[in-house]
């Protein structure tokens, strides 16, 4: 048949492609559709037709699947920040693991053996400790949309709840509302801090306390099976890694650019009385190449913490060169981690000897992942 946008399409959903868009074939075309479940026989309408995909929206739920649930948020499917809500969360765990599989699989050739069953959090809601909401002028009804960005569009959808942020958020979006900025444009950051730590406003801090302690568990575990006795923490934030794993190890130094959270970092280090580290403000691509001199590269491991979009191409060339005995790459998008796992074992230099996912993302697409990297 000859799809355009508008078609009108029944069609059987049989994957859930990384992202959360299930996956349905209609002769030679793929066909994306959101909020559906492997099994579930859907009606959608066609929006838009590649020339080797196309993406639909859900219409109707013809066969529903027996993991399908009511959706407890009644923005889903308006606002863009969940995309699992409509799915038993079991379920969503075993998703999120095809998915890294498929992922590692396809990208690095790396075997299914190695990646562990995802962890999952104690509490799937009520989780999010930190949320940026943004004030869009709606021109309909003459007034500010306060909220998250739509599913479907860059426009900004009013909430007055997220069912994912922590109680304490809630109350603060309220206060945001009854005090709303003076214009669109605007985003509000709010945020529970964590309670112990230093933190200056705009630095990085994992985003759920309720998965955290397993996530510093696994990490860890991997470091101790090293047996490292020098650790460099790169991207270290306010130095939460290093303060965790400061005890296990001889010395151990973070690096990281933000200069305020360096400086909480130190003062976090101090509470806990850890006086066998550092931290160094800089980048780590210039710092990296004398630190690792200091050290016996056969018993030092090295943190990589960075950005959803990865390390820099002179990062992973550095790495190559100086060759630690253990690299543990930490990261919260499977696809730019199994791209940088791939080049970093692509010659001969490391093996990959064990991924570890933890769900710190419970009804969205994202999870993290604990990458356990050993030099050959």
Not at 188 to 208: A, C, I, K, M, T
Request: aromatic share 8%; hydrophobic share 40%.
């Amino acid at each position: 048949m000859d799809l355009v946008p508008g078609s009108k399409i029944s069609v059987t959903i049989s994957d859930i492609a990384f992202g959360g868009e299930g996956v349905a074939r209609l002769e030679e075309f793929v066909v994306f559709i959101p909020f559906v479940m492997v099994g579930e026989v859907v009606e959608a309408e066609v929006t838009e037709v590649k020339k080797r995909f196309a993406r639909a929206k859900l219409l109707k739920v013809i066969t529903p699947s027996p993991e399908r649930v009511t959706p407890p948020c009644r923005y889903f499917g308006d606002c863009g920040g969940c995309q699992y809500q409509h799915i038993d969360y079991p379920a969503q765990l075993r998703i999120k693991h095809k998915q890294i599989v498929d992922l590692f699989c396809r990208v690095g050739k790396f075997s299914e053996a190695l990646i562990d069953p995802v962890i999952g959090c104690p509490q799937p809601y009520g989780y999010r400790n930190r949320i940026m909401i943004r004030s869009q002028w709606d021109k309909f009804k003459q007034g500010l949309n306060i909220g998250f960005i739509r599913a479907e569009s860059r426009l900004v959808v009013d909430i007055e709840e997220c069912k994912i942020a922590e109680p304490a958020l809630n109350q603060q979006i309220q206060h945001v509302r009854k005090n709303p900025p003076p214009k669109g444009g605007l985003k509000v950051v709010l945020r529970v801090p964590p309670e112990g730590w230093e933190l200056p406003r705009d630095s990085f801090f994992q985003n759920n306390f309720f998965l955290l302690p397993k996530l510093v568990e696994a990490v860890r575990e991997r470091l101790r099976d090293s047996k490292s006795r020098f650790l460099i923490d790169t991207y270290c934030g306010v130095g939460f890694f290093s303060v965790e794993l400061g005890d296990l190890v001889e010395r151990f130094v973070g690096i990281e650019v933000d200069m305020p959270a360096i400086s909480a970092a130190r003062k976090n280090a101090e509470k806990r009385g850890l006086a066998n580290g550092e931290f160094l403000g800089g980048r780590t691509e210039e710092l990296l190449p004398g630190l690792i001199g200091r050290y016996d590269r056969g018993a030092t491991t090295i943190i990589l913490d960075p950005p959803r979009t990865g390390c820099p191409p002179e990062t992973m060339q550095l790495l190559e060169r100086v060759r630690p005995s253990q690299i543990i790459y930490v990261s919260c998008h499977p696809a730019t981690l199994a791209r940088d796992l791939n080049v970093l074992c692509a010659n001969g230099v490391f093996k990959l000897a064990k991924v570890v996912p933890l769900d710190m993302f419970p009804q969205t697409q994202h999870v993290e992942c604990v990458a356990d990297l050993r030099a050959i």
